[in-house]
């Protein structure tokens, strides 16, 4: 028992990385052909948007908060990134997708402050506006990239490798890097995980709520316009419907990471790690032909083991408490007052 | 009396109990007679609580026995320390904030109704009224803890031990919070449980509280036993010595204040529920007390200045300009610091470790290289040097606040109020929980801040401290100042005078 906090702390920062290199390691058992460049390449491709946006997330949950509304804003973010497109070439679309995730980031952020609504029914309300807003835009059909310009350099974000490795997932890769370094060597960083630890007593280390709430979910929106960059070059066409569910997916990486729903707590090397575990797991259960109904059933099951094991997590505080846990008996641990 | 021909109700022996990098507890042993008061002492980190939390059924030890009435008693959860009849009350509470006060006293306990087998609101409302009145408080069974100060909650624990009705009641550190009154009345409650027969296990750093209650006293130091014995046969200063292993000089040493330019004025300030037209001033170089009895508005004031509660009519001056902060942002980036009186609720930050629970309000002071990145080790100088100065007991920087001992998260606390250095600060409870070793270097700088020129306001439900620390102190009465006293009309009979009958006594030699 004596080593149950640094046995659980090792597992918190690299357990998922290592069920990766578990399923990394059986996956050629199951799926003959699943290191052949081709298909490591559309795996790795294939897991960037996902990947960029749980960068963001990820200081959403260490806040105490998530965001609700991702998929709505990817949906967005692509019809609009589309539409500029159109109207001025590779420029207007990169722009026009930051634009309007930082727009969908500002007006979630100015939801929760000005109104005082708890960010998960803000952001649960604008997942239907903004995929709505998508619907509007594509009412005429949904918007594509056409053929002929497949030489421009936009639509070429999703198909290019540099040395073997999608240029996506490159993206994937400096998001986190750059993420890595917000959240641990920034003065911003550390306020977000003080404010998740303890609203109230961040509050008195001087950490503006409103300020801080502003920057988390703006941060978001980013990530959501970064995504869309990787993610509309390689599907070539949106409308309100892009991506259903998106948003539970994200989450359940965060989670599965090891990023705690009580806030407080992050780690983006397991949320890259989980990324790539989702992918993996998509993956082969596409090559294996698993309808995608199914699928999406196991996307749910990996979602309920990961918050199994972040409500476990938190039982493993003091010594003789995993006895305890598996013995089923409870100690009060009530929150802190808030 | 007990002493060793009586049987002992509880006997633990060899107790070890282990943490990753400590060892908390080593090979303790330790016993409690049937009607005894027993005292349990030592420096911050000392494993009392550990011993208490294994009595209690929190922590599991990794070698030891414990004998309760001559039968092995292996607590492994806390319902079964409550079946044997032990009932603790622990240094951290553990109330629920949204649930009422009666429902917390009973909460896992509640008598049910027999048809409906809805909770019997009025039976326990009763009930906790009850415990209330033979605490001599006053606290609502109905309302919200949330809406409680800290000595309130801290009465609510100590009701919540009692309703238990155990034949040993453990006692950590019960008098932290409480105002003077509120102790007395505690130790009548101690010497009645004392005279029904029941044992109390008591833990305090106030070793006046030890001799005027208990019968023995054991001494911990760096997780062993070093003495059992009554205290009719030791004295405070032989228990000092046991504690530290060396003297403490508790005498406090105050340079001479010049008086400096006012830092803060407040000027007929009115805010929150009940403080109203509060003028008060402070000098730099000065430390300005805060006294009254609990709940008369001390930490409402100290949070107006700190900007965390809105200023409703008046005005406040810092350093002669207009001071108006939107928030606690505000006040910190005009210089002012703050220490919280409520270390749970609003002082540590759980899921941080010791060195960024320091360093959280000097972000902006440990930049790195590049100017916008934090430097690690600038961090980890600021924490040698509080680790050092306050001698905080850690296994290292990265250690979770959490797992400190309380006085420890304490002087982390003071620690991260103090980093800062600007013009003022304020302190609530600064010496709360922490040993005589720590409270004699906590009072050494808090005098050396306002020798380089900073202003303090202090606030302490410890009234000694409270007169031999301060300059000048400011009495608050329901929400308004009623005394301010200097020089030699610092004496407990005016403080308790203004305090408790409202007569207002304000001493001629008022400066400003
Ligand atoms: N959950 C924990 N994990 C790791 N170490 C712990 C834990 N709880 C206590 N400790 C360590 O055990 C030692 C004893 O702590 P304990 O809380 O018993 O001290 P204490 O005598 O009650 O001190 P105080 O007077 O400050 O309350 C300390 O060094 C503390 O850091
Ligand atoms: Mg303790």
Redesign the pocket.
């Known amino acids: 028992m004596k080593s149950s906090?640094s046995l659980g702390s090792l597992w918190d920062t690299w357990g998922i990385t290592a069920i990766l290199v578990l399923l990394l390691a059986v996956a050629p058992v199951l799926t003959p052909d699943f290191f052949s460049l081709d298909n490591a390449q559309s795996v790795l491709r294939e897991s960037a948007y996902l990947g960029i946006v749980a960068a963001g997330m990820t200081f959403a949950v260490a806040s105490g908060a998530f965001d609700l509304s991702v998929g709505g804003q990817l949906a967005l973010c692509s019809v609009v990134s589309l539409i500029g497109f159109a109207a001025g070439g590779t420029v207007l679309a990169i722009v026009a997708a930051l634009a309007t995730g930082l727009a969908c980031g500002l007006l979630n952020a100015s939801l929760i402050t000005r109104l005082s609504v708890p960010p998960f029914v803000a952001t649960l309300g604008t997942l239907f506006v903004f995929r709505g807003l998508s619907y509007i835009l594509t009412q005429d059909g949904p918007k594509t990239l056409p053929y002929d310009q497949i030489g421009s350099p936009f639509v070429k974000i999703g198909g290019l490798n540099v040395a073997g490795v999608p240029v996506p997932f490159v993206i994937m890769v400096g998001v986190f890097a750059a993420a890595w370094l917000l959240l641990r060597r920034t003065a911003t960083g550390r306020r977000v995980l003080a404010y998740g630890s303890s609203p109230e007593a961040a509050r008195f280390c001087g950490i503006s709520a409103n300020r801080l709430r502003l920057f988390v979910f703006a941060l978001v929106g980013v990530s959501v316009g970064i995504a869309t960059l990787t993610y509309i070059t390689r599907v070539w066409t949106a409308d309100g419907s892009a991506q259903d569910g998106f948003e539970l997916k994200v989450i359940a990486a965060v989670v599965l990471g090891g990023t705690s729903l009580k806030g407080g707590k992050a780690t983006l090397i397991g949320t890259f790690s989980a990324v790539l575990l989702i992918s993996v797991l998509n993956d082969m259960l596409v090559s294996e032909g698993v309808p995608s109904a199914y699928q999406r059933i196991v996307l749910g099951g990996v979602l309920i083991v990961a918050l199994t094991i972040d409500g476990l997590r938190t039982r493993f505080?003091?010594?003789g408490s995993l006895r305890r846990a598996l013995s089923g008996g409870r100690t009060p641990q009530p929150g802190p007052a808030r | 009396m007990a002493d060793s021909s009586t049987p002992a109700l509880l006997r633990v022996d060899g107790l070890t109990?282990e943490?990753?990098?400590?060892?908390?507890?080593d090979g303790v042993h330790f016993d409690v007679a049937a009607g005894e008061v027993h005292a349990l002492v030592?420096?911050?980190?000392?494993?009392?609580?550990?011993?208490?939390?294994v009595l209690g059924g929190l922590?599991q030890p990794s070698a030891g026995t414990i004998g309760l009435a001559e039968r092995p008693y292996r607590p492994r959860r806390p319902a079964d320390a409550t079946h044997a009849g032990i009932a603790v009350i622990y240094?951290e509470f553990n109330l629920y904030p949204d649930l009422t006060v009666a429902e917390n006293v009973f909460s896992g306990r509640e008598p049910f109704h027999r048809f409906h087998r809805g909770i019997r609101y009025a039976e326990i409302n009763r009930r906790a009224a009850e415990l209330f009145a033979t605490l001599g408080v006053r606290i609502d069974p109905t309302a919200p803890v949330s809406s409680l100060t800290v000595s309130e909650q801290q009465l609510v624990e100590i009701a919540k031990a009692l309703s238990v009705g155990g034949r040993i009641i453990v006692m950590?550190?019960p008098t932290a919070a409480l105002s003077a009154d509120e102790v007395t009345r505690l130790l009548d409650v101690v010497r009645r449980l004392r005279a029904e027969g029941r044992s109390v296990v008591y833990?305090s750093?106030r070793l006046d509280e030890v001799f005027a209650v208990a019968d023995r006293v054991t001494v911990?130091r760096d997780?062993r036993h070093v003495r059992t014995t009554a205290l009719a046969d030791t004295s405070p200063d032989e228990l000092v010595r046991l504690m530290v292993g060396r003297d403490v000089s508790a005498m406090f040493h105050r340079d001479d204040v010049a008086g400096g330019d006012v830092v803060l004025e407040l000027d007929q300030v009115s805010a929150g529920r009940q403080l109203r037209d509060v003028s008060i001033v402070v000098r730099a170089g000065e430390i300005v007390g805060i006294g009254g009895v609990a709940g008369a508005g001390q930490p409402e004031l100290s949070q107006v200045i700190f900007g965390a509660l809105p200023v409703k009519s008046g005005r406040m001056l810092l350093s002669g300009a207009d001071y108006r902060p939107k928030g606690p942002d505000d006040a910190m980036k005009a210089g002012i610091g703050f220490l919280h009186e409520d270390r749970k609720a609003a002082g540590i930050l759980p899921d941080l470790s010791v060195r960024h629970n320091l360093t959280v309000s000097v972000l902006d002071k440990v930049r790195g290289l590049f100017g916008r990145l934090l430097s690690p080790a600038g961090e980890l100088g600021v924490f040698d040097t509080f680790r050092k100065r306050l001698a905080i007991?850690?296994?290292g920087p990265d250690?979770?606040i959490?797992?400190?001992?309380?006085?420890?998260?304490?002087k982390v606390l003071f620690g991260r109020a103090l980093a800062p250095g600007g013009r003022l600060l304020i302190l609530n409870e600064p010496t709360r929980?922490?040993?005589i070793g720590a409270k004699v270097e906590i009072h050494h700088l808090i005098n050396e801040i306002t020798a380089d020129g900073a202003g303090v306001v202090m606030i302490s439900s410890d009234l000694p401290e409270l007169l031999g620390i301060s300059d000048r102190v400011y009495v608050l009465a329901a929400g308004r100042i009623v005394g301010h006293l200097t020089g030699d009309d610092r004496t407990e009979e005016n403080v308790m005078r203004c305090a408790t009958t409202g007569q207002r006594v304000f001493s001629a030699t008022v400066s400003g």
């Open positions: 906090t505080a003091a010594p | 109990v943490f990753p990098g400590v060892r908390a507890l030592g420096e911050n980190g000392a494993g009392k609580s550990t011993l208490l939390k922590h240094q950590d550190e833990v750093h911990l997780g007991r850690t296994t250690q979770l959490g797992q400190l001992s309380g006085g420890n998260q304490q929980g922490v040993d």
